[in-house]
């Protein structure tokens, strides 16, 4: 069992809810990345979402794009993020470490030699915003080799028979993205989130898990009463934007917005169960 099925369930029997923090490697600085991270699990991040830099991204909104930007400024690259990951796994061999990025670092490593790497690395589960699952077959053959999961994207406008082709392929689990656009954009329809979820839920059983729009303690605790997981990144960027001029606050004020979302959604689940 892959550590991010073992994440779910312990999750499950304790009637609780995965928080997935994402952050950019490299930003704002390559040695803040590791300590982001251990900061994010002790707040209370059950799974870390790690974006690999790319200079011509398709779903991430400004506020990611930025992070990207001041990333490849540092020349930051895939090698350099799975030696972040090989860093954090000095500390840390528990907590499921995905990687969420685009498919052109992935084909110019080759796709063995990064399952292999990314493996030996520690990295749990690969998200690749632009591989269609038509296309995925070969990567997911390498990946899945070293018990690594394919992640896949669920849009509100995909269709059920797509939904079920994902659902197929998918492994660790299911990442919902909660509107229409990019990261960070919009307010969300919880009603249409309940929605969607459930006939996601009529294909698979794998944990869905929902990201985009989400920007706060309660919008976390909202959707951790119809998801899995909630999943959030340009709030966690904006934090350390905000804070980059006083790096001393930098980790403590980002962690500080994860422990929120974490107490809001165990409050809330609470709630449920009581």
């Known amino acids: 069992m892959s550590r991010i099925s073992t994440c779910f369930k312990d999750l499950h029997l304790e009637g609780r809810k995965a928080l997935i923090p994402y952050i950019t490697a490299g930003d704002p600085d390559p040695g803040d990345t590791v ?48 030696a972040m990951v090989r860093e954090f796994r000095q500390q840390d061999s528990k907590t499921p470490v995905v990687l969420m990025g685009y498919l052109n670092p992935i084909e110019a490593m080759g796709y063995q030699v990064f399952a292999q790497a990314a493996a030996q690395a520690g990295v749990d589960g690969i998200l690749v915003v632009d591989m269609p699952p038509e296309e995925a077959k070969a990567l997911v053959t390498e990946i899945t080799q070293f018990e690594m999961d394919p992640i896949f994207l669920i849009a509100p406008t995909t269709s059920k028979e797509r939904i079920k082709i994902i659902c197929d392929i998918a492994r660790g689990y299911v990442y919902y993205v909660s509107l229409k656009g990019v990261t960070g954009a919009a307010t969300l329809d919880v009603a249409s989130v309940a929605h969607n979820i459930a006939q996601i839920r009529n294909e698979t059983d794998l944990p869905i898990g929902v990201g985009f729009g989400i920007k706060d303690a309660e919008s976390a605790k909202t959707i951790a009463g119809v998801a899995d997981a909630v999943v959030v990144g340009s709030a966690i960027i904006q934090k350390i934007e905000q804070q980059m001029s006083r790096r001393s606050n930098m980790i403590e004020e980002a962690a500080a917005l994860i422990a929120s979302m974490r107490r809001a959604m165990d409050a809330e689940i609470n709630k449920v169960t009581s």
């Open 35 to 82: 300590p982001l991270a251990h900061a994010f699990v002790k707040a209370g991040a059950d799974i870390i979402e790690l974006g690999v830099p790319f200079s011509d991204p398709m779903a991430d909104g400004p506020v990611i794009q930025r992070a990207s930007e001041r990333a490849l400024a540092q020349h930051i690259n895939l090698p350099q993020v799975l």
